[in-house]
């Protein structure tokens, strides 16, 4: 890398469905990505849940309450720790589970939104926290906006729906100016947020994967760490502060 390890003022990261694996919080295009027989592409959609909304909730509920018993990992609080010693530190995410909040990391930019978010679906107000589990869908029953009583749905991002659009300005703007960006545990290849790490190259960012797996960025990021997050991260943590404090 050119610039000296103490000079890097400005870090972005950007994470996946990995960095929660160890907390318990199955993977999307993993051996354990399945429910029931559906894969997400499936159910996170507008056709689907506009074809079956109880299906959608069903899948949404059991994700829910998978991830309300999981609690961050080393890698999730390494990141927590790390935001207070950059004066510029974007941490992006793909992830629905909130467990970068939960590990402490104050900023947090949600590229696929919350999974503890409602939205109403005739969208007559903003998004609001419901962290019910499980859901009380009986007799069919699904959640309903408090305010006009339409059907209300997750506060995600689905296939085919575009990203907020602040979350995305902000996750392109730190793209843009990083001096280095790390990527943790994403298969990198659902768009935009895989775009993101290009762009931080194209500007000359230096771009660490850690992953266990190859993916499409492998063979251009500068540094390569083909190990679970929860073990990688803190160690590489650890060679920076030294490598920043012999200099
Ligand atoms: P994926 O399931 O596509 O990829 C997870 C990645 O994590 C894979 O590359 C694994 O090799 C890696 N991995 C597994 N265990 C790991 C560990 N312990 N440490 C580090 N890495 C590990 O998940 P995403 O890339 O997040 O979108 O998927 C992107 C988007 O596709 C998701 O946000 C979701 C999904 O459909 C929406 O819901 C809109
Ligand atoms: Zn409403």
Known sequence: MDIPWHDIRSVAVLTGAGIS??????TFRGEDGLWRTYR??????????CRDPHLVWEWYDWRRGLIAGCR???????????ERRFDDWTLITQNVDGLHQLAGSRSVVELHGSIWR????QECQTPWEDRTVPLSMAGGALPRCPNCGSLARPDVVWFGESLPGEALTAALAA???????LVVGTSAVVQPAASLPLVALRRGAYVVEINPQPTPLSDTAHEVIREPAASALPRWWQTWQRRVTVG
């Open 40 to 49: 997400a592409e499936d159910l996170a959609t507008p056709d689907a849940f």
């Open 175 to 181: 793209a843009q100016r990083c001096q280095v960006m």
């Open 21 to 26: 694996a160890e907390s318990g919080v199955p």
């Open 72 to 82: 961050p990992n080393a890698a999730h609080r390494t990141l927590a720790h790390m």
């Open 118 to 121: 409602m939205r109403c679906t």
